[in-house]
């Protein structure tokens, strides 16, 4: 159970720290109370081509758990097939990521809901495109969220390194001014034997509440 009763930005400390399952989970809770819900996926690099065109398995767990069909396109918007950082697997295929546009694509989706998870790629200062100079600040998923203003919940992949991580992560958000919705932990490393220290040091740390605990599902 995730206790949360509004939209949300979800990030990560990192990627591949449990996102699309934080963000389905809500997805189904919110569903289960009859509300009209879906979770976008802006950006998504690793993709398989079907006869539908190239669909990715985040996008496609996020509709499978809402409770509005939307089209594929409208959830998942900018789709490339390499999984790597958005920028070079845009770069591989020549396509360059529209900040503007993938902002007006979302804003479009979420008003025909009554709550949405806005799911990102990576971290939280994931490049979406190169710098117009060398050194000068790139666009990043940062920036998207900014742009839809909405509180940003963090998932936290417990494993070792991530107090520094889940710190670094939240002192970015914060700069924006964007508020925090929370941060749910996922136990990314079962073997790990410093979880339960680590979710008291978390919870000591982190400038926001713990809405939730997952156990890690592959």
Avoid at 34 to 53: C, D, Y
Avoid at 106 to 125: F, P, T
Avoid at 190 to 197: A, C, K, L, M, R
């Amino acid at each position: 159970m995730i206790d949360l009763n509004h939209s949300v930005f979800v990030t990560g400390t990192d990627t591949g720290v449990g996102k699309t399952r934080v963000a389905t989970l809500l997805l189904r809770q919110w569903a289960a109370q009859g509300l009209a819900v879906a979770g976008l996926k802006p950006v998504a690099a690793g993709a398989q081509l079907t006869p539908a065109g190239l669909r990715n398995e985040d996008a496609l767990a996020l509709a499978e758990s809402a409770s509005v069909v939307l089209p594929y396109n409208v959830i998942n918007p900018c789709c490339l097939p390499q999984a790597t950082a958005p920028h070079l697997a845009a770069a591989a295929v020549g396509h360059h990521i529209d900040c503007g546009q993938l902002l007006s694509q979302c804003r479009a989706a979420l008003a025909q809901l009554d709550r949405a998870v806005v799911e990102g790629a990576g971290g939280w200062l994931v490049p979406l495109a190169e710098p117009s100079q060398p050194g000068a600040p790139a666009p990043t998923l940062a920036d998207l969220a900014v742009g839809l203003g909405l509180p940003v919940l963090v998932v936290v992949g417990v494993r070792l390194g991530c107090l520094n991580h889940a710190l670094l992560t939240m002192a970015a958000i914060r700069s924006t001014g964007l508020p925090l919705a929370g941060w749910v932990g996922c136990v990314v490393d079962p073997t790990f034997d410093g979880i339960e220290d680590y979710r008291g040091a978390l919870t000591q740390c982190l400038p926001a509440p713990c809405v939730g605990w997952v156990p890690w599902s592959p």
